[in-house]
Nanobody, 123 residues
Framework: QVQLVESGGGLVQAGGSLRLSCAAS????????MAWIRQAPGKQREFVAG????????YYSDSVKGRFTISRDNAKNTVYLQMDSLKPEDTAVYYC????????????????WGQGTQVTVSS
């Protein structure tokens, strides 16, 4: 059983930056691909970014490509999401998720989820 704990959310003005962190415990971290998935009020959960087991491959939704960067440190069992040039439409609860497979974009395939951290971008 893998436990995931996110941190780093908050309130930021449009154009600003935030860095989210997700600490994992209870499993072998590099057995899992990792992702950040968000959910805005009244909307379904949306894949934001994913990263392979060793961190060599990354995947992004079109809406964040070029603005967000996902990374992982397997020695620290932590995955990060650097968010730059934030927009009001990035406002959502951001979840860290882990998957034993390699589906990346399929939100329903993720096996473990954190509790989420709120990101609010004001205009």
């Amino acid at each position: 059983q893998v436990q995931l704990v996110e941190s780093g959310g908050g309130l930021v003005q449009a154009g600003g930056s935030l860095r989210l962190s997700c600490a994992a415990s209870g499993g072998t971290f590099d057995d899992y691909i990792m992702a950040w998935i968000r959910q805005a009020p009244g909307k379904q959960r949306e894949f934001v970014a994913g990263i392979s087991w060793g961190g060599t491959k990354t995947y992004y939704s079109d809406s964040v490509k070029g603005r967000f960067t996902i990374s992982r440190d397997n020695a620290k069992n932590t995955v990060y999401l650097q968010m730059d040039s934030l927009k009001p439409e990035d406002t959502a609860v951001y979840y860290c998720a882990a998957e034993a497979g390699s589906h990346y974009y399929l939100v329903s395939e993720y096996d473990y989820w954190g509790q989420g951290t709120q990101v609010t971008v004001s205009s």
